[in-house]
Nanobody, 121 residues
Framework: QLQASGGGLVHSGGSLRLSCAASGRTFGNYAMGWFRQAPGKERDFVAA????????DYADSVKGRFTISRDRAKNAVYLQMNSLKPEDTAVYYC????????????????WGQGTQVTVSS
């Protein structure tokens, strides 16, 4: 029901824009989040946006470089990633939660399949 896309290989300092498209149901009343998981590591919170799109939260490691946004009419959420670093390399997942928003992955009910982001040095 959530499909993430937009990942790829980029050089350090480059940019990517991830998209998460929803189908099968409307997520307009859900908070949406992005998480990432690097090989051998736990899934970490990246960013979240509330249902209205007017409140956001970011992990300290991406604050000032990443921007989360949503288009409720299109049932989609985006993650603009600028100034990418090799440590941003991971599989990125979008998720939906019936909360204002949360940094806790356990609060998210619906998950996309993930998209690989690789940042070379």
């Amino acid at each position: 029901q959530l499909q993430a896309s937009g990942g790829g290989l980029v050089h350090s300092g480059g940019s990517l824009r991830l998209s998460c498209a929803a189908s099968g149901r409307t997520f307009g009343n859900y908070a949406m989040g992005w998480f990432r998981q690097a090989p051998g590591k736990e899934r970490d919170f990246v960013a979240a946006v509330n249902w209205a799109g007017d409140s956001t939260d970011y992990a300290d490691s991406v604050k000032g470089r990443f921007t989360i946004s949503r288009d409720r009419a299109k049932n989609a959420v985006y993650l603009q990633m600028n100034s990418l670093k090799p440590e941003d390399t991971a599989v990125y997942y979008c998720a939906a939660a019936r909360l204002p928003y949360s940094r806790n992955s356990y609060d998210y009910t619906y998950w996309g399949q993930g998209t690989q982001v690789t940042v070379s040095s």
